[in-house]
């Protein structure tokens, strides 16, 4: 069973930190966490539209804050879900040596959606949509768990 899971997308401030809080949600006694694979917001808070669309549906994203995933949280983590191909890429070439956490798509635990991915809100401006989708993918995964 995977006891510490760790959520990562592009620049950890739409879909990872809300994948971490809808997980804290459903998933009670899993460690989580989130990153991503860029830098660029390191320390900044989650981008204040995904905070209130994640707030209406009562995830709180206010206490966190992005930081980018390091090969150490291949040692850390049991499992580490990737929200898209290209960060699944990254996280694959990141990976020190043969060994550590499997990386998985978010949206594997969801095969009835159709989707491969979740698309980043930060671009498509659809939080409800990401949120949506997040949602049902994190209760597949409990239900893999």
């Not at 989130?34 to 994203?61: C, F, I, K």
């Not at 969801?110 to 949506?132: I, N, S």
Request: one cysteine or more; charged letters at 20%; hydrophobic letters at 45%.
């Amino acid at each position: 069973m995977a006891n510490r899971i760790l959520f990562v997308c592009l620049g950890n401030i739409c879909r990872s930190p809300t994948a971490e809080a809808v997980a804290r949600a459903l998933l009670p006694g899993v460690t989580v966490d989130s990153a991503g694979t860029g830098n660029w917001h390191v320390g900044e808070p989650p981008y204040a539209p995904m905070q209130a669309a994640a707030r209406a549906r009562g995830y709180d994203l206010s206490g966190l804050r992005a930081r980018q995933v390091t090969g150490a949280d291949f040692a850390q983590f049991d499992l580490i879900v990737a929200m898209d191909a290209d960060n699944h890429a990254a996280l694959e070439a990141l990976r020190p040596g043969q060994g550590g956490a499997p990386v998985r798509l978010l949206t594997g635990f969801a095969p009835d959606t159709g989707a491969d991915h979740v698309p980043d809100p930060y671009f498509t401006r659809d939080f409800d949509a990401a949120l949506d989708l997040i949602e049902t993918c994190i209760k597949g995964l409990r239900a893999a768990l």
